[in-house]
């Protein structure tokens, strides 16, 4: 059975840390996977890595595919409160995709 | 470019009522996708369509029917709603089958009591 992993569960920072949030996978077939970002409403795309694109950054979140560690991490460097969120990661797989039950992260001022 | 919209935003039902969610896309995408999402589990897929005159089954399409009525409309319907399905329901779309991103709707609040 197909599954994605994400850890931790539950992340408390205080504004200016880095934090670094998981995700590992087994799925049967993979073809991508993606980051999210859900606040209060629908989730938002981040970022998308293949096998050819196995980092990407944008500003100060940037994350990196492990494909012989089945896994992927998802970076904030210098955290703000409007980081908080729910952190979802993604693993496409025959024509669908694969969810985490996310990482809830939350910045303290 | 309005994106993908759902209808309603929020509703109440009472046990055996049926409904249908609505969602709408305009980015002529091919194939789209119903969700659902309750807390501390992430998003588990209804149905989807891969493409316009076809509809598949997800990991949880117990109570729940489709219809792809066009390339931009993907109806989920519920026939006799149960307290289980309330939750927060999310379509979404995208260009292909795979290696492209998911857009997502605004999501509809349903609760059944």
């Known amino acids: 059975e197909d599954k994605v992993v994400q850890s931790p569960l539950s992340l408390v920072v205080h504004e200016g840390d880095t934090v670094t949030l998981n995700c590992s996978y087994e799925v049967t077939n993979f073809r991508s996977l993606l980051w999210y970002k859900q606040e209060k409403k629908a989730p938002t795309f981040l970022f998308m890595l293949?096998?050819s694109g196995i980092e990407k950054k944008s500003g100060r979140l940037s994350s990196i595919l492990d494909k012989k560690e089945l896994s992927s991490i998802l970076n904030i460097t210098a955290t703000q409160t409007g980081d908080s969120a729910i952190y979802l990661c993604?693993?496409?797989?025959?024509?669908?995709?694969?969810w985490g039950a996310g990482t809830k992260l939350i910045i303290k001022p | 470019n309005a994106g993908v919209t759902q209808t309603p935003k929020f509703q109440v039902l009472k046990t055996g009522q049926s409904m249908t969610l609505q969602c709408a896309q305009d980015?002529?995408?091919?194939?789209m996708y119903w969700y659902r999402q309750d807390p501390g589990m992430g998003l588990r897929l209804i149905y989807y369509?891969?493409?316009?005159?076809?509809?598949d089954k997800g990991e949880v399409p117990n109570g729940y029917n489709v219809s792809r009525l066009n390339k931009r409309e993907f109806s989920l319907r519920l026939e006799s709603a149960a307290p289980s399905q309330t939750s927060v329901y999310f379509c979404?779309?995208?260009?292909?089958?795979?290696?492209?991103?998911?857009?997502f709707g605004p999501g509809t609040r349903l609760t059944v009591t």
């Open positions: 369509s891969a493409s316009e005159g076809t509809t």
């Open positions: 993604a693993v496409d797989s025959n024509y669908q995709l694969i």
């Open positions: 293949t096998s």
């Open positions: 980015m002529n995408h091919n194939s």
């Open positions: 979404a779309s995208r260009w292909g089958t795979e290696t492209y991103e998911q857009y």
